[in-house]
C-alpha cells in the first residue's frame, strides 16, 4: 500500500479515534532525527519478495499455533516476547514500542530488523529507539519522508501484513491473531484497544 492508498484510511482512523495527524507528524520526525543509521527498503524487499511470510501476532493462541510458522517471519510486537520463549527469532519484528522492550532489544541484537513506529501517542517511547543496536527502519501513520516509511497499517499486526502485502510475498500465513480477544494491558484502555483490532481486521480483510 502506498500513501496515496492509506491517506483516506487514516484520515477516517483519526476521524474515529479523535487522533491528532499534527502529532503523528511530529512523532516521525523525533524518530527521524534520533536514529541515523536506518535501513532502506531493499533489506526488507530482500526477506519477503515472492517467499512464505507467517505474521505472528500476540494473541493467546500463538504458542498452540507456533508448529504452523514457515518462511520468513514478521513477530508484531508482543509477540516477539512468545517467540523468544519458544527459542525463535523473528526475521522482522513491527513495533511502537509498547511491548517488552528488553525482548525487542534482544530479538534486534539476534539479528531482527526491528521496524519502528512513531505516532502521536507514543512520543514519550521514543528514546527507546537509542537502545537498539542492530539493522532498524523507520515507520509513520502520517506522509512518509526520507527513510520514514508508510507501508499502509494501524496496529502492529495489520501494518506488519501490509508490508508482506507491499513488498509482495507470494503467501501470507497469520498466526496469533484474534481480533475479538485483545490481551488485557496494564495502563491500556481494553474498549480502544477493541475498537483497534476491528480496524486490524478491516485493513487485513480490505474491507474499509
Same mark, same amino acid.
Given at each position: 500500500?502506498?500513501?496515496?492508498?492509506?491517506?483516506?484510511?487514516?484520515?477516517?482512523?483519526?476521524?474515529?479515534?479523535?487522533?491528532?495527524?499534527?502529532?503523528?507528524?511530529?512523532?516521525?520526525?523525533?524518530?527521524?532525527? +534520533?536514529?541515523? %543509521?536506518?535501513?532502506?527498503? #531493499?533489506? @526488507? !524487499?530482500?526477506? *519477503?519478495?515472492?517467499?512464505? $511470510? =507467517?505474521?505472528?501476532?500476540?494473541?493467546?493462541?500463538?504458542?498452540?499455533?507456533?508448529?504452523?510458522?514457515?518462511?520468513?517471519? +514478521?513477530?508484531? %510486537?508482543?509477540?516477539?516476547? #512468545?517467540? @523468544? !520463549?519458544?527459542? *525463535?527469532?523473528?526475521?522482522? $519484528? =513491527?513495533?511502537?514500542?509498547?511491548?517488552?522492550?528488553?525482548?525487542?532489544?534482544?530479538?534486534?541484537?539476534?539479528?531482527?530488523?526491528?521496524?519502528?513506529?512513531?505516532?502521536?501517542?507514543?512520543?514519550?517511547?521514543?528514546?527507546?529507539?537509542?537502545?537498539?543496536?542492530?539493522?532498524?527502519?523507520?515507520?509513520?501513520?502520517?506522509?512518509?519522508?526520507?527513510?520514514?516509511?508508510?507501508?499502509?497499517?494501524?496496529?502492529?499486526?495489520?501494518?506488519?501484513?501490509?508490508?508482506?502485502?507491499?513488498?509482495?510475498?507470494?503467501?501470507?500465513?497469520?498466526?496469533?491473531?484474534?481480533?475479538?480477544?485483545?490481551?488485557?494491558?496494564?495502563?491500556?484502555?481494553?474498549?480502544?484497544?477493541?475498537?483497534?483490532?476491528?480496524?486490524?481486521?478491516?485493513?487485513?480483510?480490505?474491507?474499509?
Amino acid at each position: 500500500m502506498n500513501w496515496e492508498e492509506w491517506e483516506p484510511i487514516y484520515n477516517k482512523i483519526l476521524k474515529e479515534f479523535g487522533f491528532s495527524k499534527q502529532k503523528d507528524e511530529e512523532a516521525a520526525k523525533i524518530a527521524f532525527n +534520533i536514529l541515523k %543509521d536506518k535501513i532502506d527498503e #531493499i533489506e @526488507l !524487499k530482500k526477506l *519477503i519478495e515472492g517467499k512464505t $511470510v =507467517t505474521i505472528c501476532g500476540a494473541g493467546k493462541n500463538l504458542e498452540n499455533e507456533i508448529k504452523e510458522i514457515d518462511g520468513t517471519i +514478521i513477530s508484531a %510486537d508482543e509477540a516477539t516476547s #512468545i517467540l @523468544l !520463549k519458544n527459542k *525463535i527469532i523473528p526475521d522482522i $519484528v =513491527t513495533t511502537d514500542l509498547d511491548g517488552n522492550i528488553n525482548d525487542l532489544i534482544k530479538a534486534n541484537e539476534k539479528g531482527s530488523i526491528v521496524i519502528i513506529h512513531a505516532h502521536g501517542d507514543n512520543i514519550n517511547f521514543l528514546g527507546y529507539i537509542k537502545l537498539f543496536k542492530g539493522k532498524k527502519m523507520l515507520t509513520t501513520q502520517s506522509k512518509p519522508f526520507d527513510k520514514v516509511y508508510n507501508f499502509g497499517g494501524f496496529t502492529d499486526g495489520d501494518r506488519a501484513y501490509c508490508i508482506a502485502k507491499h513488498f509482495k510475498a507470494k503467501k501470507i500465513k497469520l498466526i496469533g491473531f484474534d481480533f475479538e480477544n485483545p490481551r488485557r494491558k496494564k495502563g491500556k484502555n481494553i474498549e480502544i484497544k477493541k475498537k483497534k483490532l476491528k480496524w486490524a481486521k478491516k485493513i487485513i480483510r480490505n474491507l474499509y
